[in-house]
């Protein structure tokens, strides 16, 4: 059975700092890509980071130059650092694995950010 456990969210004022941890579990972590994702009230889901199973990194327009994604095979362990948070960073995080052999996609259960002003 895939789990995906997120850890790391909370509250934060703007301008500070968090890591989003999601522990992989069940799943072959080293041939799965990984990414974050976000859902606040009202919005779509929509992609924060990901990372390909070679280390190839993407980034939304909105998160590029202050969050990183990194992920730690043997850890099974993807993380998210956010730097410089602004209260439009307040979502519901959520981790997904697409494992490439099969194509199919796992979700964690999602972590809050709020971030207030």
């Known amino acids: 059975q895939v789990q995906l456990v997120e850890s790391g969210g909370g509250l934060v004022q703007a301008g500070g700092s968090l890591r989003l941890s999601c522990a992989a579990s069940?799943?072959?972590?080293?041939?799965?890509?990984m990414g974050w994702y976000r859902q606040a009230p009202g919005k779509q889901r929509e992609l924060v980071a990901g990372?390909?199973?070679?280390?190839?990194?993407n980034y939304a327009d909105s998160v590029k130059g202050r969050f990183t994604i990194s992920r730690d095979n043997a850890k099974n362990t993807v993380y998210l650092r956010m730097n410089s948070l602004e209260p439009e960073d307040t979502a519901v995080y959520y981790c997904?694995?697409?494992?490439?052999?099969?194509?199919?996609?796992?979700w964690g259960q999602g972590t809050q950010v709020t971030v207030s002003s």
């Open positions: 997904k694995a697409l494992k490439k052999t099969t194509m199919r996609a796992y």
């Open positions: 990372i390909t199973t070679g280390g190839v990194t």
């Open positions: 069940g799943i072959i972590f080293s041939i799965s890509d």
